[in-house]
C-alpha cells in the first residue's frame, strides 16, 4: 500500500465500518446504481411498487460491496503495517 493511500484508508477507517459502508458502499455505489439501472437502463413499469424491489436489491447490493471495500482495505493496511 503507498503512502498517500495510507493515510487516506486511516481517515477512512477512523469513520468506523457502519458509517463507511453506508457512504462508500450504499450511498456512493447502491444509489447511484439504482438511479441507473432503474430510470436509464429499465425504463418500463416505473410504478411505486415495482420500484421497490429494485430499490432494496441496490441497496443491499451495495452494503454488500461497502463490506467487501472495507475488508479488502483493512487487509491490506495490516499487511502494510505488519511487514
Known sequence: MKPAALAQWQKSRALEMKRFVLLAGVLSWGVPMFVVMTFFVHRANLSPKMLAAPALI???????????????AERQYRKATSA
Not at 58 to 72: C, R
Open 58 to 72: 441496490w441497496l443491499m447490493g451495495g452494503a454488500l460491496f461497502g463490506v467487501a471495500m472495507w475488508l479488502l
